[in-house]
């Protein structure tokens, strides 16, 4: 859960980047990306007038905790989507200001939780959405204390690629 002491601002020309560090998950996407505009080891750590507004744009989009965000003075924005577990409709749900953005189905039996299929909507694709759902589907999972056996082609890579997740999976089990 965020709070205001993990919320930061650094404005520039152009555009303000905004960093949540309760989401940060340290993938360091950023760093990589753009070292002079990300640098841990300086304060700010965040200066982004060391770069174009597009390249700090194209950079804060690939953030796959959505840590990062920002608004520019030309009106494009990035803000941390909710990710919601809709019981009724048997689905995870990413919510784009309150509208749905995509969802990951699953059938629930016991204490495993198989999903099924994960769908982002057309448009919304290609912004890191589906890896955002599936960590916290993932991490609503591990809170109660369930298994995943994942059939979605999307999860089965996802849960290869990040091995933090390897406990929850019901074919090690
Ligand atoms: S890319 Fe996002 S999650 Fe990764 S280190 Fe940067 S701010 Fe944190």
Redesign the pocket.
Known sequence: MSSENDFRSYPAPGITVT?DAS?????????RGLPLV?DPTRRPWITPEAAAVDDVIDVVD????Y??GYRTNDGRQRTAPEVVDNTAMSRFEIRLGGTLAGFAEYQRANDLVVFSHTEIREGLKGKGLATHLITESLDMVRAQDLRVLPLCPFVIAFMAAHPEFAELDYRHH
Not at 23 to 31: F, L, M, P, Q
């Open positions: 960093w989401r940060c998950r340290h993938a360091t996407e950023c760093v990300f690939r953030c796959p905790s840590a990062l």
